[in-house]
C-alpha cells in the first residue's frame, strides 16, 4: 500500500497564479484533511471532507477549495495565490472521524512545499 | 495561546538518555495524540490516550494524561539516534466536531 501520497513535492507560483493540490489514499478512508505548517506553528486545519462529495471547512479555510469527487481522491486548490499562501501542505486520512472521542490516528502524506512570490 | 503546547521547544540530549517532552492544553479533550515528525517528512502517529486514561506504553515511548492538570508527557526511554525528529501533541476537544488541534512541537535532537 502507497498510503497517503500526494503531488507535486514542490511548486512555485507568482502572486495571482492558481493550482490544484492532489492527494491520494488508498486505505479506503472515509475521512481526509488538508493542513498547512508554516515556520514555528503547529498544522492548521484548511478543509476536510468525511465522505465523497461533501467537504467542510477548517480553520482556516479562505483563499482555498477543496473537492472530494472520488473517495480515494481530496484536492486543494488555490484559486488566485498570495504570498501569505506560501507553506507545507499536508493531506491526511482517517478511518474513524474527528470529534465525538471517536477519531484515531490520522496518516500523512509526506507533504508539498509551496512558494508563492 | 494555543490549546496545545509543547515545552520544551526545543531538546538536546545524548544517545541512550531519556526524553521527557509535555504538552499542556486549555479546554476539555476527548483524546490526546503525539505523533513525529522527522525533517521534510509528513507526520506519524506515536500514540493516542483516550481521556479516561492515565497512561499508555508503546515499546520505549511512555505517554501519560493527567486532566486535571490538563497535561501529557511523552517519554522516550534510551533514545537513539532516530529518534531526532519533532514531537507534536494533538488534542480532540469536547463538543467540537471538526476540532483535532496540534501544538508547535517539540525539536528533539540526539547526540552521538
Known amino acids: 500500500n502507497a498510503g497517503v501520497t500526494q503531488t507535486p513535492k514542490f511548486r512555485v507560483l507568482k502572486t495571482g497564479q492558481s493550482m490544484t493540490l492532489l492527494c491520494a489514499q488508498d486505505?479506503?478512508?472515509?475521512?481526509m484533511y488538508w493542513y498547512r505548517q508554516d515556520p514555528g506553528m503547529g498544522l492548521r486545519l484548511i478543509h476536510y471532507?468525511?465522505?465523497?462529495?461533501?467537504?467542510a471547512k477548517g480553520e482556516v479555510p479562505d483563499g482555498y477549495n477543496v473537492s472530494r469527487l472520488k473517495k480515494q481522491n481530496f484536492l486543494l486548490g488555490l484559486e488566485s495565490a498570495a504570498p501569505s499562501q506560501t507553506s507545507v501542505y499536508f493531506c491526511?486520512?482517517?478511518?474513524?472521524?474527528?470529534?465525538?472521542?471517536?477519531?484515531?490516528?490520522?496518516?500523512f502524506g509526506p507533504g508539498t512545499r509551496l512558494t508563492v512570490l | 495561546s494555543q490549546q496545545g503546547e509543547e515545552d520544551p521547544q526545543a531538546l538536546s540530549i545524548q544517545e541512550g538518555e531519556n526524553a521527557t517532552m509535555n504538552c499542556s492544553y486549555k479546554?476539555?479533550?476527548?483524546?490526546l495524540q503525539w505523533y513525529r515528525q522527522n525533517s521534510g517528512r509528513g507526520l506519524v502517529h506515536l500514540i493516542l490516550i483516550r481521556s479516561n486514561e492515565r497512561e499508555k506504553h508503546s515499546g520505549r515511548l511512555r505517554v501519560t494524561l493527567d486532566t486535571s492538570k490538563k497535561s501529557s508527557s511523552l517519554l522516550i526511554t534510551a533514545s537513539r539516534a532516530a529518534d531526532t525528529a519533532s514531537y507534536f501533541c494533538?488534542?480532540?476537544?469536547?463538543?467540537?466536531?471538526?476540532?483535532?488541534?496540534f501544538g508547535k512541537g517539540t525539536r528533539l535532537h540526539i547526540l552521538p
Open positions: 491526511a486520512s482517517s478511518y474513524s472521524p474527528v470529534g465525538s472521542g471517536r477519531s484515531d490516528e490520522q496518516f
Open positions: 494533538a488534542t480532540e476537544l469536547r463538543n467540537r466536531d471538526d476540532k483535532i488541534i
Open positions: 471532507s468525511v465522505g465523497e462529495g461533501t467537504t
Open positions: 479546554t476539555s479533550i476527548n483524546n
Open positions: 486505505m479506503n478512508h472515509e475521512y
